[in-house]
């Protein structure tokens, strides 16, 4: 089964443009407790190499477009993140690496938690023991 979990967002946009509105709850299986952004990663710049404990994520590119990699310890997916019309559920005990990233990539990210380094899983060692099955 592939870990990608691309959610469709309600394009509410009309002949003056773009609109999105994303509700906790309804359109994302979570209540969102942060919210962050990603922007103006240099070209050659890898980011991310980690997986969550607990945290459940939504991330949108809502401009330009990036290589998200996604890891459950069992098997692989990658998927180019480049439309604001989708979001891709993260959920916990999954590794995750980002890359390629375009000049003018932002990626918008919704989180069910509030920020804990302590649930960061940082080492890819450390990971795959705890996402044994
Ligand atoms: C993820 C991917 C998609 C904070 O203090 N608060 C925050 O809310 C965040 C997200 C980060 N930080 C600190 C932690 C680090 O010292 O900012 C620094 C950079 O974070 P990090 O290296 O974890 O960034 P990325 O781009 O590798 O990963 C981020 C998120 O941390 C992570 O949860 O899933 O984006």
Not at 56 to 82: A, E, H, P, R, Y
Not at 84 to 93: E, H, N, R, V
Not at 110 to 130: C, M
Request: hydrophobic share 40%; net charge negative.
């Amino acid at each position: 089964m592939s870990l990608i979990n691309l959610v469709d967002l309600p394009d509410l946009g009309d002949d003056r443009g773009g609109l999105v509105s994303i509700e906790a709850n309804k359109h994302i299986p979570f209540a969102v407790k942060r919210v962050y952004y990603i922007f103006k990663t240099h070209e050659d710049v890898a980011r991310g190499f980690h997986a969550h404990k607990e945290l459940k994520q939504l991330v949108i590119c809502v401009s330009g477009s990036c290589k998200m990699v996604m890891d459950n310890g069992i098997s692989k997916d990658d998927v180019i993140l480049n439309t604001p019309k989708k979001g891709l559920l993260i959920d916990s005990l999954v590794w995750r690496e980002m890359h390629d990233f375009s000049e003018d990539c932002v990626l918008l990210v919704l989180a069910s938690e509030y920020y804990d380094e302590s649930d960061y899983i940082r080492n890819y060692d450390e990971f795959l023991k705890k996402a044994e099955p």
